[in-house]
């Protein structure tokens, strides 16, 4: 109990001469606030990507590619593959009775980045007239969807935002002819990031005569066996299929990989940096003190009490500065978008997430250092020759 | 000189202070080193040789193909000496994750359109004789330890062959190295004929992915490019015309701005080193108000004393600094290596030297001045007192 009080009593009194020692004080708090800051910030982009390509895709819908190829790119179905993958089992009817399935072409277009004004590869999709009834998370937020047969364009939220032009009402150029947006879409995840319209349409203005993917909603999950059984057995096809989920998990793989390495690597060594620079302030903090302390040791406060008031007081100041980093972090990223190039070859726009989850992890680094930080210099400090100390040597 | 000894005495006196001063700055500029890195691969892409070589990709995208009946047109033009054809063949290599550009190309024309790419007279001669011939950059042979001779089968994604399988084999006849010390694009990719790649494969043919024009006079790279340009304008296949330095830095922002990214963090770590290093020296100096009086008493001047302080913190800066640069230069390999090929080779090159040994000329003096000046108003009769 005795020893409580007594460091009760010292870290009031450490406290209260802080702000003598400010400078050297806010010394560790903003070099644990930019730690926890970056660190922040980039986990909340690593997050944030996961998410958008994590939530993409269903295990109860299947994607057809042709045999061999990895993305819908590089894939090519024609129209027949196409009726016969409609007559496969395992297909979800939906409410007008025709299987929910979509043939779709996908091409990419130039479309200038908003940011750097440069031009970006962005993904058109054309989609069968069940795309919409297939994809149950697309929701029409602004206007209206295309009409069949028309060159026209329902745009997705995250390609609205980080390209130009692509407002509802605008046109725009593709395969040099004019293309009117006429409506804007949410979805929450990768497909977001393109421009849909009706299949035919693009395939006549690109000159095209099949398919890049079919994508099927099973009757349910189990149902992805007998789908995929019976596709393998036709032998006029050659495809691969997969389930959406798994497709756009392995999509997303070689950046997931990439963003996670750097992230890492940068916010380690980011640690270990503030740890010195949390050492050497803490250092000076005691260095100061010093006479302070020994008269303390003198009047018989414990080693042990001298020690935890050191840390608590590097302890606290380390949170500080980590709240203040996870919070600016907050503030500036939550929800920023940017867009990077996604395995498609072609942009993936996706959002910052600053979990409440993340600023507890910069928490526990701001602990840590804080911690380490303090540890060092307070036992210097409770171990120091009395006598000298007290002379202030 | 003669100084010298004064200087380290002064960062010696609070050896674990210096210490730990050092190895803060040493961990910023290991970050630099590890982070320009990064950002030199995204933003340069590859080396500047190619002043005088122009892209030509279809203006729709990049993925649209272009009829090869445009080569003689545009070889045609006034201003281009030569013109080489190529095709992005994406094919894999044992498994997705060992990504890397496989590229069909015009052989005879690639070659001489390319000076920068060194091979020897028979892997040359092999190149250009042998139908299946491919070849290798330096960096892609190390990785995956290939011996000239071997057989190199890839599994196609996009281009199926004639037998119905998408495997297709070449012949390493060759290995494409650079006459510079720096890496270059190629070094990562495998390149190999285009006649083999166009009769063997069931879609596309005679169409090509893009054309490198290399022109006479880099300057008129804009008119050439315009007039190629406007060859092909209102026909099926628009073309797009842009220096090979445009395209790549163009395709480089494609992955997001990752100068902006890096100029960011590196500033919120600079601004932390710039405080902790800022308050280590400012302490030192105070402490030291009874030697610094001391040394004025013996006679001196107030300017010396300024510069040894000065000089002290240009020096833990610098040491840090080239120390820290150094781990990274030793570090990047490993994380260049756990990254599994997937960036090109990370390095510390010259430039993030010298803009590294610049940040730090600027830090020690931004570090050093002030504690200086404090040294030189300092008055002798004052610090001795507290003394």
Known sequence: ????????????????????????????????????????????????FQTTLGATGRIDEAIVLRGGSNTELSSRLTREDATLIAQAPGIL???????????????????PKKSTGTDSNVEVRGVGPQALALRAQVKISQGRAFAAGRRELLVGRGAASQFSGLTVGSTIKLAGEPWAVVGLFESGDAHESEIWADAESVQS??????????????????????????????????????????????????????????????????????TFGALNTMYAAVATRQREIAIMRALGFASFSIVAAVMVEAIALALTGGLLGAGLAWLVFDNYTVSTLGANFSQVVFAFRVSPMLVGDALRWALAIGFLGGLLPALGAARAPLTSALRGR | MKYLGLVLAGLLRHRSRSLLTFASVMTAFVLFGVLDGVRTVFSEGTDTSGQDRLIVTSRLSIIEPLPYSQLARIAAIDGVQQIAHANWFGGVYQDRKNFFPNIAVSADEWLAIHPEITLTAAERDAFLTTRTAALAGENLVDRFGWKVGERIPLEGTIFPNKSGSNSWTFDLVGVMRSGQDEGSGFANE?????????????????????????????????DVAQ???????????????????????AFAKQFGDIGLIVSAIMAAVFFTVLLVTGNTMAQG????????????????????????????????????????????ALGLPALSRALRGQLPP??????????????????????????????????????????
């Open chain 1, 1 to 48: 109990m005795s020893a409580l009080r007594q460091i009760f009593a010292l870290t009031l009194m450490g406290l209260s001469t802080l702000p003598q020692r400010l400078a050297s004080s806010l010394v560790i708090v903003v070099g644990i606030a930019g730690v926890a800051g970056v660190l922040v910030s980039l986990l909340a982009m690593r997050d944030g």
């Open chain 1, 93 to 111: 009817a939906g409410p007008d009775q025709w299987p929910l399935i979509s043939a779709e072409v996908v091409v990419i277009v130039n479309l």
């Open chain 1, 205 to 274: 203005a690109y000159r095209r005569d099949g398919y890049q993917s079919v994508r099927v909603k099973l009757t349910d999950a189990l149902a992805f066996n007998e789908f995929k059984a019976a596709l393998a057995a036709d032998p006029r096809l050659k495809v691969d299929v997969q389930r959406t989920r798994n497709y756009y998990a392995t999509q997303s793989q070689r950046l997931r990989r990439l963003i996670d390495v750097l992230a890492t690597t940068v916010a380690v060594i980011m640690a270990i940096g503030a």
């Open chain 2, 190 to 222: 495998l390149i190999f004929r285009y006649d083999y790649f166009d009769e063997g494969r069931t879609q596309g043919q005679g169409t090509v992915g893009w054309y490198v024009v290399r022109i006479a006079d880099p300057a008129r790279s804009n």
């Open chain 2, 227 to 249: 007039a190629i340009d406007a060859l092909f304008r209102n026909s099926d296949a628009e073309t797009k015309t842009q220096s090979e330095k445009e395209f790549n830095l």
């Open chain 2, 285 to 328: 100096v105070r402490e030291r108000a009874g030697d610094i009086a001391i040394l004025k008493t013996l006679g001196f001047s107030g300017v010396t004393v300024c510069l040894l302080i000065v000089t002290e913190s240009l020096l833990l800066l610098l040491a840090g600094g080239c120390a820290g640069l150094g781990l990274a």
């Open chain 2, 346 to 387: 990370l390095e510390v090159s010259v430039d993030t030297w010298l803009i590294g040994l610049a940040i730090m000329l600027v830090l020690g003096l931004v570090v050093g001045v002030p504690p200086a000046v404090r040294a030189l108003r300092l008055r002798i009769v004052d610090a001795l007192a507290r003394a």
